[in-house]
């Protein structure tokens, strides 16, 4: 089994910063894609960015510019570094990650509990 633990959230000013951790665990082989996705009350869940086994990163441009994504290929972590944070940027926080349990077999997705950030004055 594989468990995604994710950290970091919290209620923050407009401006303001936060860093999300997503720590996967468990029976891991390998870990293709990592992402963070987001889904605010009302809204269906989006895609806010992704980091390759490669190291290539993808936002959505609603990000770009203020989110940062990277990974600790040692530690099976993920984060998310946000800076300019806007009202809008209100939501939960889930970590997804690609995972191949064993060294030959399927890969499979998984996905954390979710994190709250709140962005208010």
């Not at 441009?61 to 984060?79: E, H």
């Amino acid at each position: 089994q594989v468990q995604l633990v994710e950290s970091g959230g919290g209620l923050v000013q407009p401006g303001g910063s936060l860093r999300l951790s997503c720590a996967a665990s468990g029976s891991i082989f390998s870990i293709a894609d990592m992402s963070w996705y987001r889904q605010a009350p009302g809204k269906q869940r989006e895609l806010v960015a992704t980091i390759t086994s490669g190291g290539y990163r993808n936002y959505a441009d609603s990000v770009k510019g203020r989110f940062t994504i990277s990974r600790d290929y040692a530690k099976n972590t993920v984060y998310l570094q946000m800076n300019s944070l806007k009202p809008e940027d209100t939501a939960v926080y889930y970590c997804n990650a690609q995972v191949q349990p064993q060294r030959v077999g399927k890969q499979y997705d998984y996905w954390g509990q979710g994190t709250q950030v709140t962005v208010s004055s």
